[in-house]
């Protein structure tokens, strides 16, 4: 298994404004995900977080909006630039172990106002 | 498409009352079917992976099952406290792309 802490676990930001959502995990791991949970909706993929290069994005989210650090196999970041109400969300980070079980951080609930 | 849909939306169950949750999945190929828990305010907890047809995995009061289009999250005899979310996800084959339904609320009432 895996422990995975994220900061801040809620936030409410001024529209325009970029907020940095932290990830850290308890030990190395290959693979790292961010997510996105709009209210009532299950889950969204945002990106894959590589450790060493530049971050795979899925159809829909792009670097500029969405910018992602992966600076060694247990820290990312992701930044929600510019931010409008519509960002509001709970975003996740999640990892995925040797044993291919992925697990989720409890999520930056972002209210943006 | 790829696609993952989870009946039903929302249940109510009596505490002892017996019920099973559907995951129906269309993926190009499975690498493998998670189920996990959410509870209001917090992160998914993993409860499950299943990677083929007839796999059938328990823990307490919960047992997941697969076959090749749906997965099934049977619960016996529920408690209150397995009131939460439940959550399932297609993994597509050589990717690491998981597929999510919008889950299943359930409240078991005391």
């Known amino acids: 298994s895996a422990v995975i802490s994220q900061k801040p676990s809620r936030d409410i930001c001024q529209r325009g404004t970029s907020l940095t959502i932290q990830c850290q995990v308890d030990?190395?791991?290959?693979?790292m995900f961010w997510y996105r949970q709009q209210p009532g909706q299950s889950l969204t993929l945002i990106a894959t977080a590589n450790q060493g290069s530049e971050a795979t994005y899925e159809s829909g989210f792009v670097i500029d909006k969405f910018p992602i650090s992966r600076p060694n196999l247990t820290f990312s970041t992701l930044t929600v630039s510019n931010m409008s109400p519509e960002d509001s969300s709970i975003y996740l980070c999640?990892?995925?172990?040797?044993?291919?079980?992925?697990?989720f951080g409890q999520g930056t609930r972002l209210t943006v106002v | 498409e790829d696609q993952v849909t989870q009946s039903p939306e929302a249940l109510r169950l009596q505490e002892g009352e017996s019920s099973s949750l559907n995951c129906s999945y269309t993926?190009?190929?499975?690498?493998?079917l998670f189920w996990y828990r959410q509870d209001p305010g917090k992160g998914p907890e993993f409860l499950f992976t299943?990677?083929?047809a007839g796999e059938e995995k328990e823990k307490e009061r919960l047992k997941a099952t697969l076959t090749k289009k749906e997965s099934f999250l049977h619960i016996t005899a529920p408690k209150p406290e397995d009131s939460a979310t439940y959550l399932c996800a297609a993994v597509v084959s050589g990717t690491y792309k998981y597929i999510f339904g919008t889950g299943t609320r359930l409240k078991v009432l005391a």
């Open positions: 299943l990677y083929s």
């Open positions: 999640s990892v995925e172990t040797v044993d291919t079980e992925a697990f």
């Open positions: 030990s190395q791991v290959t693979m």
């Open positions: 993926v190009s190929g499975l690498r493998g």
